[in-house]
C-alpha cells in the first residue's frame, strides 16, 4: 500500500467529516443521577488550533515519542501545551486569548483499574462550547455538539488498564447554523467550562428515572427507563415516606404509582425527599419536591394556588470565571435572589449549570429554563433545528427531576415568520413529548401593527414571555400602557425582561440614561403598570448582574451590558435593587 503523502492533509477541506457522525445527543445520555464519578478535573495542557490542524493532523494518532527521537518534524506536542485548569474558559486565562474563537486542544493522562466483566465507563461532559470531539490512546470516541448541555460518550473499548491518554478538541467558532448563532448578546467564552469525569455503569444501566405528582396531586407516577431491552423488576423508594415499591419493567421500561403522603414543594416549603430507583445492578438517586403545577386562564397554579412570579434573568456569566459556575457563584446568586424577594429566576439564555436548579430546588426559587434558540436562528435549517431539539432533550433529560422548574423556554425575541413558527413550534412539540408535566414559553415579540401581545407562536405555548424596554429602548411608559390595555391574552404572561442600563456610582436626576437614579425609576414605572394588570403572572427583571457582551461599548458599558441590578463584583449593589426590594416586598426602599 501507498505510504501515506505526509501533507496530504493540506489539501483536504473535508478533514472534520469523519468525527461528525453519530454525535452523542440525548438518546445517549446517561444523567449521573447520584452514581459515583471518578473527576477528571484539574490540571490539563491545553493547545491553542486556530486553523483545525489538530483534525487535519490527527495529532490525536501521535505517540509522545519526545522530540529528541522524532524521525520527521511534527506541529503538535503535548507536553508543550500550557498548563490550565478544568474546568475553565480559555478566554479569562491569559490577555492574548480573551477573544479567541477556534478549537483548542486540551489534553491529560490518567490511570484507570478496570471493574468486574460486562462493566462499560462513560465519559462525562457537564458541557463545553460548542463542539467537543475526544480521543482516547489516540482513539476517536465521539463527540458533542451544542455548547450548554451535557453529554456521556461511551469509551469502554478504547479506556485500558494502568494509564490513558484523553484529549478533548474544544471548537467555539459562532455560526449562522448553531443554536445560538454568531450573533449574540452575551460573551462567547470557549473551552471544558463545566466537569469532566468518569463514570462507571453496569452492563444494563438506567437510562432515565423520574418521579412526579399527577395532576391531581394526590399520587406519585415513577418511571424507570433501561438503556437496553430487559424484563425484569426494579425498585422505587421514598424512605421518608415509608415507599419501598417493585417496579415491574417490560422491555426496558415500567412505572408505578404510589399515594403521595408528604408534603407539597412550594417556595414557602421546598421540601425534597431523597429518592431511590433500583433496577438490575444499577442504581439512581435524586433529591426530589413533588408539587403540582398547571395554569388556569391567566394564572399559574402551584399546588393548585395562583403563584405570581417575582424574579430576575441570571445569565452565567462571572468576571473571573466567565462561564464556569462555582458552588460559591451558584450559593451567592440564590442569596442575591432572596434578598431581593425574589420567588422566581429566569435562567437565560441557555441551559445552566445542573446544580443551579438542584439549589433552586433547595432554596425554594421557581425556574424558567430554555435552550438559546436566540434572535435570527437559521429556522428553515433542518441540522439547525436537529441541533436545537438535542439540547432541548438533554436539558429535560438532566433536569425532569427538579421541582424548581416550571417552565422550558423555547426560545427568545425571534421575528415572527413561517420559518420560526414551524422551528419553534415543534420545539414546543419536542418539550411536551418529553415532559408532559411542565409549561412551555418563549419570550416573544409584539405584535406591532396592531400594538396587541400577539404572536402566532402563542397557540403553541402554555405563558407567553414578554420582553419589553419601555422608558429605556423606548423613550417613555405609555407605549407600555397602551400595549397591556390593547392586549386580551386567554394565557398568562410573564414579563420575561424588562431593565435599563446603570453604571455604578453614576447619580443624576431625572431620565438621565445610565444613570443609577433612571434605572431605579424605570422600575418604579415599569412596576405600577404591570402590578395593575391582571393577565400578567409575574415579572423577570434584565438582569441580576452586569455581565460581559461584545456588543456594547460606550463608556459607560466598556464591553459590559450594565442592566444589572447588581455590578458585575455581585457585590455592589445598584440603587435599582434595593427599589425593585421594596417593590418584592410591598413597599418602595428609599431613594
Ligand atoms: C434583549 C435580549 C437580551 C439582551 C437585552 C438587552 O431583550 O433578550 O439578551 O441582553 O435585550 O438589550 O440588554
Not at 443521577?33 to 486553523?51: C, I, N, S, Y
Not at 478533548?168 to 460573551?187: A, G, K, L, T
Not at 416573544?444 to 402563542?458: G, K, M, V, W, Y
Amino acid at each position: 500500500m501507498a505510504a501515506e503523502d505526509p501533507f496530504h492533509h493540506l489539501h483536504d477541506e473535508d478533514y472534520a467529516r469523519p468525527y461528525l457522525k453519530n454525535l452523542a445527543g440525548a438518546g445517549s445520555l446517561y444523567p449521573r443521577g447520584g452514581r459515583p464519578v471518578e473527576p477528571l478535573d484539574g490540571e490539563w495542557r491545553l493547545t491553542l488550533d486556530l486553523f483545525d490542524e489538530g483534525l487535519r493532523q490527527k495529532w490525536f494518532a501521535l505517540d509522545e515519542t519526545p522530540p529528541s527521537q522524532w524521525a520527521v518534524p511534527r506541529d503538535y506536542e503535548i507536553e508543550a501545551g500550557e498548563t490550565v485548569p478544568v474546568p475553565s474558559c480559555w478566554n479569562l486565562l491569559k490577555p492574548e486569548w480573551t477573544y479567541f474563537e477556534g478549537a483548542a486542544w486540551y489534553t491529560r493522562s490518567f490511570d484507570w483499574a478496570p471493574g468486574p466483566p460486562g462493566e462499560r465507563v462513560m465519559l462525562a461532559l457537564g458541557a463545553a462550547n460548542y463542539l467537543a470531539l475526544a480521543f482516547l490512546n489516540g482513539m476517536p470516541v465521539g463527540g458533542h455538539q451544542g455548547g450548554s448541555t451535557p453529554f456521556t460518550l461511551d469509551v469502554t473499548a478504547a479506556i485500558r488498564p494502568g494509564r490513558n491518554r484523553l484529549q478533548i478538541m474544544v471548537e467555539n467558532r459562532r455560526s449562522p447554523f448553531r443554536v445560538p448563532m454568531q450573533h449574540i448578546d452575551w460573551f462567547n467564552y470557549g473551552g471544558l467550562y463545566r466537569e469532566v469525569a468518569l463514570m462507571r455503569l453496569p452492563a444494563l444501566a438506567i437510562r432515565q428515572a423520574r418521579a412526579a405528582l399527577t395532576g391531581d396531586g394526590r399520587m406519585i407516577l415513577a418511571r424507570i427507563e433501561m438503556d437496553q431491552p430487559f424484563d425484569g423488576t426494579g425498585a422505587f423508594r421514598v424512605p421518608a415516606l415509608g415507599i419501598d415499591l417493585p417496579v415491574p419493567i417490560r422491555q426496558g421500561s415500567g412505572e408505578v404509582q404510589v399515594a403521595f403522603t408528604g408534603t407539597p414543594w412550594s417556595p414557602e416549603n421546598p421540601v425534597c425527599y431523597p429518592v431511590e430507583f433500583v433496577a438490575g445492578a444499577d442504581r439512581f438517586t435524586d433529591r426530589i419536591g413533588f408539587r403540582t403545577l398547571a395554569t388556569r386562564g391567566t394564572d399559574i397554579l402551584l399546588n393548585g394556588r395562583p403563584v405570581w412570579l417575582r424574579g430576575a434573568c441570571v445569565h452565567e456569566d462571572d468576571r473571573d470565571f466567565g462561564k464556569v459556575s462555582t458552588p460559591e457563584d451558584l450559593r451567592r446568586r440564590f442569596r442575591h435572589l432572596k434578598a431581593l424577594g425574589a420567588n422566581f429566576a429566569r435562567l437565560s439564555h441557555y441551559p445552566h449549570h445542573e446544580d443551579a436548579a438542584r439549589l433552586a430546588d433547595e432554596e425554594g426559587i421557581l425556574l424558567w429554563a430554555e435552550v438559546p434558540v436566540y434572535w435570527a436562528i437559521a429556522f428553515d435549517n433542518p441540522a439547525t433545528l436537529s441541533d436545537a431539539e438535542n439540547q432541548l432533550g438533554e436539558l429535560i433529560a438532566r433536569d425532569i427531576n427538579r421541582a424548581s422548574i416550571i417552565l422550558w423556554g423555547v426560545g427568545n425575541e425571534n421575528a415572527d415568520t413561517d420559518a420560526r413558527l414551524h422551528f419553534m413550534a415543534r420545539l414546543a412539540a419536542v418539550a411536551r413529548a418529553a415532559d408532559p408535566t411542565r409549561l412551555v414559553g418563549a419570550a416573544c415579540l409584539i405584535n406591532r401593527e396592531d400594538f396587541t401581545i400577539e404572536d402566532r407562536l402563542a397557540a403553541h405555548l402554555d405563558v407567553i414571555g414578554l420582553n419589553e424596554y419601555f422608558g429605556w429602548y423606548e423613550p417613555d411608559f405609555s407605549g407600555l400602557e397602551q400595549l397591556l390595555a390593547n392586549s386580551s391574552p386567554d394565557k398568562p404572561v410573564i414579563i420575561s425582561e424588562t431593565g435599563a442600563d446603570a453604571l455604578p456610582g453614576y447619580r443624576a436626576a431625572g431620565r438621565v440614561l445610565f444613570s443609577e437614579d433612571w434605572q431605579a425609576e424605570f422600575y418604579r414605572q415599569q412596576w405600577a403598570r404591570i402590578v395593575a394588570t391582571p393577565y400578567v403572572a409575574g415579572i423577570a427583571a434584565w438582569l441580576l448582574y452586569d455581565f460581559r457582551t461584545e456588543r456594547r461599548q460606550t463608556g459607560f458599558q466598556r464591553g459590559w451590558n450594565r442592566k444589572g441590578l447588581i455590578a458585575e463584583d455581585k457585590e455592589t449593589r445598584k440603587l435599582a435593587f434595593h427599589v425593585l426590594a421594596g417593590l418584592y416586598r410591598g413597599r418602595d426602599e428609599p431613594s
